[in-house]
């Protein structure tokens, strides 16, 4: 589990700020209604300038450049009506208990939608779900995580295992305005050191080592403790534009799209990605030192981080040069669509393979939307490519999410072509794929409290040479999964 009860207990402290108490205070980044001026006795109340929004209506949509101006911290978005299709109102965001107030924050790092924050310092649309309960302290704006997966695993075949584990995260973010921006401390853990070093049974995954000597190989290795303790400033440069600075040990450089758990997508499954180590490895770096200009609409980022794979210590914080560099570039063409191009060069990340550089090379789109009432569809697209020794090795993922009401129904699509599944120090590249669909049932226990129950199916397809190994060509696996979950 990515938890620890006394992050736990201190997050769950920062999220009970008295919310009579919140109201009054004015929370930067966010439209507050002003009270009107009295009325004639027994004449209707005026409602408040956005109260359409805060009732549930959608929050602003697409205009061209110079017509909807961006707010700076702590001035109020102005409320659009409504976007609409054959009559109908169409809402790009499911509306929660605090979707109103997120889709009103500007992000910590630019004058934009908090909403449009990802992992690290990656953007996702605008239009991506809200998570996290929030509150106020004085000037400073609070929000707690968390989720924590229950899991039964089962992986098919002669390399296959079982194994019941736990996994999920907590997090805390604290931020206050700072000049005409913001700072911003975020905090994430993980209880995956709990799993052990061989981490748990995934059939095609392969990738770093969790125990010093062997490589985990159909095996997904287990996160650190910390995942996440980083600190943001940024300055706004104008209406639309900013510029940031991001330093964490550990944290997320400027590569590839948001970290899986992350993605809305797919966030909802248990179960890593076969690609994780081309796509999105580096959300936990022990090192990383980011700079970024945001202009409206786009964002370009560059890293120097320590690229090294975490090794077999899961609890401790490492240290290293920062001496791998990335570079990103992401623009979100409309509140819907998110897409990214980056580049890396990662200095030794392999524990195992000391002097073998890596260069690699990421795309990805991600895209999030209501697709009617109450039904709320995501999707992501993502490529990665892993050079190294004279090699391009390729992969491929397509990940979706359809939530309605308490159910969400989530399904991912992946092709790697991975050199280590076998036993040998220069195997060929063997082209392997995956498709796994699951389900999960949401019941709300308490105001900021959910569990669920829900479980996936995996079908792999392994080529003709790799097929005795696995038993065949098509081995399965399958997951069934109890959650519960702050938000």
Same mark, same amino acid.
């Given at each position: 589990?990515?938890?620890?009860?006394?992050?736990?207990?201190?997050?769950?402290?920062?999220?009970?700020?008295?919310?009579?108490?919140?109201?009054?205070?004015?929370?930067?980044?966010?439209?507050?209604?002003?009270?009107?001026?009295?009325?004639?006795?027994?004449?209707?109340?005026?409602?408040?300038?956005?109260?359409?929004?805060?009732?549930?209506?959608?929050?602003?949509?697409?205009?061209?450049s110079g017509e909807e101006p961006t707010p700076g911290i702590g001035m109020p978005r102005?409320?659009?009506?409504?976007?609409?299709? $054959?009559?109908?109102?169409?809402?790009?965001?499911?509306?929660?208990?605090?979707?109103?107030?997120?889709?009103?924050?500007?992000?910590?790092?630019? &004058? #934009?939608?908090?909403?449009?924050?990802?992992?690290?310092?990656?953007? +996702?649309?605008?239009?991506?779900?809200?998570?996290?309960?929030?509150?106020?302290?004085?000037?400073?704006? /609070?929000?707690?995580?968390?989720? /924590?997966?229950?899991?039964?695993?089962?992986?098919?075949?002669?390399?296959?295992?079982?194994?019941?584990?736990?996994? $999920?995260?907590?997090?805390?973010?604290?931020?206050?305005?700072?000049?005409?921006?913001?700072?911003?401390?975020?905090?994430?853990?993980?209880?995956?050191?709990?799993?052990?070093?061989?981490? #748990?049974?995934?059939?095609?995954?392969?990738?770093?080592?969790?125990?010093?000597?062997?490589? /985990?190989?159909?095996? +997904?290795?287990?996160?650190?403790?910390?995942?996440?303790?980083?600190?943001?400033?940024? +300055?706004?440069?104008?209406?639309?534009?900013?510029?940031?600075?991001?330093?964490? /040990?550990?944290?997320?450089?400027?590569?590839?799209? &948001?970290?899986?758990?992350?993605?809305?997508?797919?966030?909802?499954?248990?179960?890593? &990605?076969?690609?994780?180590?081309?796509?999105?490895?580096?959300?936990?770096?022990?090192?990383?030192?980011?700079?970024?200009?945001?202009?409206?609409?786009?964002?370009?980022?560059?890293?120097?981080?320590? *690229?090294?794979?975490?090794?077999?210590?899961?609890?401790?914080?490492?240290?290293?040069?920062?001496?791998?560099?990335?570079?990103?570039?992401?623009?979100?063409?409309?509140?819907?669509?998110?897409?990214?191009?980056s580049w890396g060069h990662f200095r030794e990340p392999e524990q195992l393979e000391p002097?073998?550089?890596?260069?690699?090379?990421?795309?990805?789109?991600?895209?999030?939307?209501?697709?009617?009432?109450?039904?709320?569809?995501?999707?992501?697209l993502a490529w990665g490519r892993k050079s190294a020794e004279g090699h391009n090795d390729?992969?491929?993922?397509?990940?979706?999410?359809?939530?309605?009401?308490?159910?969400?129904?989530?399904?991912?699509?992946?092709?790697?072509?991975?050199?280590?599944?076998?036993?040998?120090?220069?195997?060929? *590249? #063997?082209?392997?794929?995956?498709?796994?669909? $699951?389900?999960?049932?949401?019941?709300?226990?308490?105001?900021?409290?959910?569990?669920? *129950?829900?479980?996936?199916?995996?079908?792999?397809?392994?080529?003709?040479?790799? *097929?005795?190994? #696995?038993?065949?060509?098509?081995?399965?696996?399958?997951?069934?999964?109890?959650?519960?979950?702050?938000?």
């Amino acid at each position: 589990m990515k938890v620890s009860f006394s992050v736990a207990a201190s997050a769950l402290a920062l999220a009970g700020v008295s919310a009579s108490a919140s109201a009054q205070m004015n929370m930067p980044g966010m439209s507050a209604p002003m009270p009107d001026k009295p009325e004639p006795k027994k004449a209707p109340a005026k409602k408040p300038p956005n109260a359409q929004h805060h009732a549930g209506t959608s929050p602003p949509g697409d205009a061209p450049s110079g017509e909807e101006p961006t707010p700076g911290i702590g001035m109020p978005r102005q409320p659009a009506a409504p976007e609409t299709h $054959g009559g109908a109102s169409q809402m790009d965001h499911i509306a929660g208990e605090h979707s109103d107030h997120a889709m009103e924050m500007t992000g910590a790092l630019g &004058p #934009y939608p908090m909403t449009r924050e990802s992992s690290g310092t990656a953007w +996702q649309p605008d239009t991506s779900a809200h998570q996290g309960l929030m509150s106020m302290g004085g000037n400073w704006t /609070l929000m707690a995580h968390g989720v /924590l997966n229950l899991v039964y695993d089962h992986q098919s075949g002669p390399r296959g295992d079982d194994k019941a584990f736990a996994s $999920g995260m907590v997090m805390g973010m604290a931020r206050h305005p700072l000049g005409n921006g913001t700072v911003q401390f975020k905090a994430m853990v993980s209880p995956d050191p709990l799993i052990g070093p061989r981490g #748990y049974p995934l059939l095609l995954a392969s990738g770093e080592t969790a125990n010093g000597r062997d490589r /985990l190989i159909d095996r +997904q290795h287990p996160h650190d403790f910390f995942m996440e303790l980083s600190a943001s400033v940024s +300055q706004d440069l104008g209406s639309k534009s900013s510029a940031f600075l991001y330093a964490a /040990l550990p944290g997320e450089p400027a590569f590839g799209p &948001p970290a899986f758990m992350h993605r809305e997508a797919i966030l909802d499954s248990p179960e890593a &990605p076969i690609t994780h180590h081309w796509l999105d490895s580096t959300h936990i770096s022990f090192g990383v030192v980011t700079g970024g200009l945001v202009l409206d609409r786009v964002k370009l980022e560059l890293s120097r981080f320590n *690229a090294r794979e975490p090794d077999q210590h899961r609890w401790n914080i490492e240290t290293g040069p920062l001496d791998s560099t990335s570079i990103r570039l992401s623009w979100n063409p409309t509140r819907t669509l998110a897409l990214q191009g980056s580049w890396g060069h990662f200095r030794e990340p392999e524990q195992l393979e000391p002097g073998v550089d890596q260069k690699r090379w990421s795309a990805s789109a991600l895209w999030a939307s209501q697709i009617a009432p109450d039904w709320k569809l995501a999707g992501t697209l993502a490529w990665g490519r892993k050079s190294a020794e004279g090699h391009n090795d390729d992969a491929f993922a397509a990940e979706a999410s359809l939530k309605h009401a308490a159910w969400t129904l989530f399904g991912r699509a992946e092709m790697t072509e991975n050199r280590e599944l076998t036993a040998l120090e220069a195997g060929p *590249a #063997y082209r392997v794929g995956k498709f796994s669909v $699951g389900a999960i049932r949401d019941f709300k226990v308490a105001d900021h409290l959910t569990v669920g *129950a829900g479980a996936l199916f995996a079908l792999n397809f392994v080529s003709d040479g790799l *097929a005795p190994l #696995y038993g065949g060509h098509n081995p399965t696996g399958a997951m069934a999964f109890f959650r519960v979950k702050l938000d």
